[in-house]
């Protein structure tokens, strides 16, 4: 089955201890991308990468850190995380970034920063 | 920048009766406008999309609207059902370009009352 998988769905933890949130996808897709969702906010593009070790900042990178390693995996990392960074987050992935619109994404990770 | 505006960011209809949901982007090179539906505890799926050379596209009971020169979209569901309740959001991208970038509006929560 076709999918894009997330880790953990929910997570509380405390500010400034550093966390990774694992991203990975079946599709040998190409694009793959982060995005956070907040009330009335929509959502907001974190981090972008076009394939293996090329990653680039989305719309609200600060505080975030990404990696693509392989072509399956993406994960999200925090190194200091702080209470604004409290959010869900959605991984997405996509043939190319020009069907981005064709994304699919994960379930989701609920963060609770306190 | 580039932005999107939904509205209206929550809204309750009958069962039975239609709903409609509008946005309106900014950027004019926008050609390319999808719409998402996001259950609860699950990432955003594309449901519905129409390009910028086309007025109005419908698939069963869901279609939307274009106009190009008031850069206004519409996404309407007829004879609502139960499993319509979820968060509808709008995008607007420039589709197959290399710049491509998905712009998503802030959500609308659609509840059908039995």
């Known amino acids: 089955e076709a999918q894009v998988t997330q880790n953990p769905r929910y997570l509380i933890t405390v500010t400034g201890k550093k966390l990774t949130v694992t991203c990975s996808q079946n599709?040998?897709?190409?694009?793959m991308s982060w995005y956070r969702q907040d009330p009335g906010l929509g959502l907001r593009q974190i981090y972008y990468s076009m394939n293996v070790e090329v990653t680039d900042k989305g719309d609200v990178p600060e505080g975030y850190k990404v990696s693509r390693k392989e072509k399956r995996n993406f994960p999200l990392i925090l190194e200091s995380p702080s209470p604004n960074q409290t959010s869900l987050y959605f991984c997405?992935?996509?043939?190319?970034?020009?069907?981005?619109?064709?994304?699919?994404f994960g379930p989701g990770t609920r963060l609770t920063v306190t | 920048g580039e932005n999107v505006e939904q509205h209206p960011s929550t809204l309750s209809v009958q069962e039975g009766d239609s709903a409609v949901i509008k946005c309106t982007y900014s950027?004019?090179?926008?050609?390319?406008f999808p719409w998402y539906k996001q259950e609860l505890g699950k990432g955003p799926q594309l449901i519905i999309d129409?390009?910028?050379?086309?007025g109005e596209k419908k698939d069963q009971r869901i279609a939307v609207t274009l106009n190009k020169t008031a850069k206004h979209f519409s996404l309407h569901i007829t004879e609502t059902q139960p499993e319509d309740s979820a968060v509808y959001f709008c995008a607007a991208s420039r589709i197959d370009s290399s710049a491509s970038k998905i712009i998503f509006g802030s959500g609308t929560r659609l509840s059908i009352r039995p």
């Open positions: 950027d004019s090179a926008s050609n390319y």
């Open positions: 997405a992935s996509s043939l190319f970034r020009q069907r981005a619109y064709e994304q699919y």
């Open positions: 129409i390009r910028s050379n086309v």
């Open positions: 599709m040998n897709h190409e694009y």
